[in-house]
């Protein structure tokens, strides 16, 4: 499977900033991507933070790893994380699911 990455960068509510990737289906629109970002943003208790095409843009276009499919594909949770829907990677990264997308939190995400 084929993912489209956009690096994301949002100034979060306390000022502070805050970094991740939006990880879709290639194919997948920027408005849509969009919408991905906001609901996640929601969901972090980041609502109505600015979030357009400057604020994510396109990186680039790479084959989805295992844990990234099967997130893409809503096949398992891992309890115990702040977000319902986080995953676990080996690289101890968080990846979130929601609806045929996945969030990986980079930098001040908590």
């Not at 276009?61 to 986080?86: C, D, L, T, W």
């Amino acid at each position: 499977m084929k993912v489209a990455v956009y690096d994301t960068h949002v100034v979060k509510k306390n000022g502070k900033p805050m970094h991740f990737d939006i990880i879709v289906p290639e194919g997948e629109s920027h408005e849509r991507v969009l919408e991905f970002g906001r609901e996640y943003l929601k969901s972090v208790g980041q609502e109505g933070q600015t979030l357009t095409t400057r604020e994510c843009e396109f990186c680039h276009v790479e084959s989805a790893s295992a844990e990234i499919e099967r997130a893409i594909n809503g096949i398992f949770e891992v309890a115990g994380s702040r977000h319902p829907n986080a995953l676990a990677s080996a690289e101890s990264e968080r990846a979130i699911r929601q609806r045929g997308y996945a969030i990986k939190e980079m930098e001040g995400c908590q």
